[in-house]
Nanobody
């Protein structure tokens, strides 16, 4: 059983940066592709970024490409999401998720395990 715990969320001004972390326990995270999703109030959860088990392949939504960067440290069982040039529309609860195969990294229902989420609020 994989357990995921996100941290690093908070309140930041537009144009600022935050780095989210997702710590995995219960099994080596290197066995899973990892993804970040977000859900804004009143909206459906949407894909943000994903990374393969080895870290050699990454995927981004068009809305965050060039501003966000996903990375992982398998020795620490941790995945990161560096968020730069934040905008008010990035405000959401951010979730990390684990997918054994990462066959379709943008598809929410492909992921096997989810964290509880961390709130990111970007003020204008």
């Amino acid at each position: 059983q994989v357990q995921l715990v996100e941290s690093g969320g908070g309140l930041v001004q537009a144009g600022g940066s935050l780095r989210l972390s997702c710590a995995a326990s219960g099994v080596s995270s290197s066995r899973y592709g990892m993804g970040w999703f977000r859900q804004a109030p009143g909206q459906e959860r949407e894909f943000v970024a994903a990374i393969s088990r080895s870290g050699t392949s990454t995927f981004y939504s068009d809305s965050v490409k060039e501003r966000f960067a996903i990375s992982r440290d398998n020795a620490l069982n941790t995945v990161y999401l560096q968020m730069n040039s934040l905008k008010p529309e990035d405000t959401a609860v951010y979730y990390c998720a684990a997918d054994r195969f990462l066959g379709r990294p943008t598809m929410e229902n492909e992921y096997d395990y989810w964290g509880q989420g961390t709130q990111v609020t970007v003020s204008s």
